[in-house]
């Protein structure tokens, strides 16, 4: 009996495969038709243009699973005219990563025949879309989570095209903070400058200095989401607009993430000191145009420290209080007060 199934199923085998892609096909289309009108997607526009054009897009998966926030919409407009690569600035937590996730997504659902979240779509079609995100190491090979990051960047330097989509998030952040500005400024000089790679680019950075390529490269846009500062907290508007950003805010969000007070403390001091020695005189960034420090000394690495002789702490070392009288302490107060 066994066997006389077999062969009868044998006979029909065909038929059984063909129905079963049907089924799957059907399975598939169904489920995003599905989807789509249960989340308000649209349809997109596709093409053969160089255009990216969303217009209030969403990301798919965290919209669904947000239950305490509203998922704020973003537009986004990529071209190989003025707008080939977005540097997108702003502070930990706004949303620069779901931003760029969100435009790739779009941009891969649209071109499997999907309708994506969003109320308007022009998509003109990618040939790829190339990510460098997150961290990642693959140690028992050998490499270190810098060195994956750099091997992951040179890949899609050499592989993308001007038909290409790049999302680049935090690239070099993997190493000391001048090694990692200048590669991360030298490939989005690469990716503008050179005709054949010159793909649709995303580039998320806490390097601010990079805002300043848009100056002098005609196809690079800033953009920075949008916060507000409200007593000393942040509040997240998750609103994606032109221009760029000065601060990361990284220690109140540290704060908000629970890392002990003292420790909270201590960062700011630190903060202070390094922005002490990081800009020259008159507030002046040493990096200036050209990713290239405008004034001597150059070290190698940021001082933490101001060792520098100050006139007031000799000063203050010089007293000793056990001998001092009431008087002779007020008059102190006052000379040290003069000197500040
Ligand atoms: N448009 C949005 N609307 C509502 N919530 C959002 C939106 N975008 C991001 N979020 C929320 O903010 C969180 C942080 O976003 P994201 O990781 O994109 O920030 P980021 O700017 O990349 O921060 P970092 O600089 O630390 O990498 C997300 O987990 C998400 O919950
Ligand atoms: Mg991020």
Redesign the pocket.
């Known amino acids: 009996m066994f066997q006389e199934i077999r062969h009868q199923v044998a006979g029909q085998g065909q038929r059984i495969a063909r129905t079963a892609d049907c089924l799957a096909t059907l399975d598939v289309l169904s489920a995003l038709a599905e989807i789509a009108h249960e989340r308000d997607y649209c349809r997109p526009v596709i093409d053969d243009g160089d255009r990216i054009f969303i217009l209030e897009g969403r990301h798919p998966v965290?919209e669904a699973v947000?239950l305490s926030?509203r998922?704020?919409p973003?537009d986004v407009l990529l071209d190989t005219d003025e707008n080939q690569l977005l540097i997108i600035t702003?502070p930990?937590?706004?949303?620069?990563?779901?931003?760029m996730r969100q435009v790739a997504l779009m941009t891969l659902m649209a071109q499997m025949g999907s309708f994506i979240p969003a109320t308007e779509a022009h998509i003109g079609i990618v040939d790829r879309i190339f990510t460098r995100v997150g961290a990642s190491d693959n140690l028992a090979r050998g490499q270190s989570t810098f060195m994956v990051e750099m091997m992951e960047t040179a890949a899609i330097l050499r592989n993308a095209t001007r038909k290409s989509l790049i999302v680049l998030d935090e690239i070099g952040r993997g190493t000391s903070t001048f090694d990692g500005v200048s590669i991360a400024w030298a490939v989005a000089e690469f990716l503008h400058d050179t005709e054949s790679c010159a793909a649709k680019t995303l580039f998320?950075t806490?390097y601010h200095e990079m805002t300043e390529l848009a100056v002098t490269r005609k196809r690079i846009k800033n953009y920075t989401?949008a916060v507000r500062e409200w007593n000393d907290q942040i509040i997240f508007l998750?609103k994606i607009t032109e221009g760029g950003a000065s601060h990361s805010y990284g220690i109140q969000v540290a704060r908000l993430a629970g890392l002990p007070l003292e420790v909270i403390e201590r960062a700011r001091e630190i903060l202070r000191n390094l922005e002490k020695g990081e800009y020259g005189e008159g507030g002046v960034p040493r990096i200036a145009k050209g990713g290239k420090r405008s004034d001597a000394p150059v070290s190698p690495q940021l001082q933490l420290f101001d060792e520098t002789e100050d006139p007031l702490r000799k000063r203050l070392e010089a007293i000793t209080i056990a001998t001092l009288t009431p008087l002779e302490a007020l008059n102190i107060l006052d000379q040290l007060k003069r000197m500040v």
């Open positions: 965290i947000m926030e998922f704020v973003n702003g930990n937590m706004a949303g620069k990563s779901t931003f998320a806490h989401v998750r």
